[in-house]
T-cell receptor
Framework: GAVVSQHPSRVICKSGTSVKIECRSL??????MFWYRQFPKQSLMLMAT?????????EQGVEKDKFLINHASLTLSTLTVTSAHPEDSSFYIC???????????????FGEGSRLTVL | AQSVTQLGSHVSVSEGALVLLRCNYS??????LFWYVQYPNQGLQLLLK??????LVKGINGFEAEFKKSETSFHLTKPSAHMSDAAEYFC????????????FGSGTRLQVQP
């Protein structure tokens, strides 16, 4: 099946620094990617919808200046956590929806997740 | 608007016993329904999905689920649990022909006892 890769899988940073997480669709094009956040032992909460070539749409309560999302190509979306604080520590998961025309049209695929720890 | 309720945050079964994980949904449009499995520190793997057509859906690893519109349910079952089934399971719903983001339930942790 289609593969979505996230990098890094784990990152530890100091408070106040910025961290970038990449989400790549390896063998398909994705016009839409979704970013989720998962707290320990909890479900996934949608943070934002990322559309290639346009601004991301953020869910209510998610600070867009805190969580910068860029979707510059059909295979890459990035989430940058700016001025990270310990409360930003979480598991971040991206998902990508295959664009029309391929064998996986409309399918949604998830990355492996990125665990962020802010000290 | 959509929502998902998973009854039971923890389910424990014996190896070889029936697995039943409950999921009820609400959706203002015909729903697309999904079950995902998550192993520790990993992403989500799709077990099965219902879009249209046959209401009994078979997925990977011997799991299946039945869409019951009258009960707004999409319970996940497996006839015989295996130790490797121990994981977190999430039910999710998507409306609008499935093109929107998924709304997830709170998850159910399945434990399999030897």
């Amino acid at each position: 099946g289609a593969v979505v890769s996230q990098h890094p899988s784990r990152v530890i940073c100091k408070s106040g620094t910025s961290v970038k997480i990449e989400c790549r669709s390896l063998d398909f094009q994705a016009t839409t990617m979704f970013w989720y956040r998962q707290f320990p032992k909890q479900s996934l909460m949608l943070m934002a919808t990322s559309n290639e070539g346009s601004k991301a749409t953020y869910e209510q309560g998610v600070e867009k200046d805190k969580f910068l999302i860029n979707h510059a190509s059909l295979t890459l979306s990035t989430l940058t956590v700016t001025s990270a604080h310990p409360e930003d520590s979480s598991f971040y998961i991206c998902s990508a929806r295959a664009s029309s025309g391929g064998t996986n049209t409309g399918e949604l695929f998830f990355g492996e997740g990125s665990r962020l720890t802010v000290l | 608007a959509q929502s998902v309720t998973q009854l039971g945050s923890h389910v424990s079964v014996s190896e070889g016993a029936l697995v039943l994980l409950r999921c009820n949904y609400s959706s203002s449009v015909p729903p697309y329904l999904f079950w995902y499995v998550q192993y520790p520190n990993q992403g989500l793997q799709l077990l099965l999905k219902y879009t249209t057509g046959a209401t009994l859906v078979k997925g990977i690893n011997g799991f299946e689920a039945e869409f019951k519109k009258s009960e707004t349910s999409f319970h996940l079952t497996k006839p015989s649990a295996h130790m490797s089934d121990a994981a977190e399971y999430f039910c999710a719903v998507s409306g609008d022909t499935g093109r929107r983001a998924l709304t997830f339930g709170s998850g159910t942790r399945l434990q399999v006892q030897p």
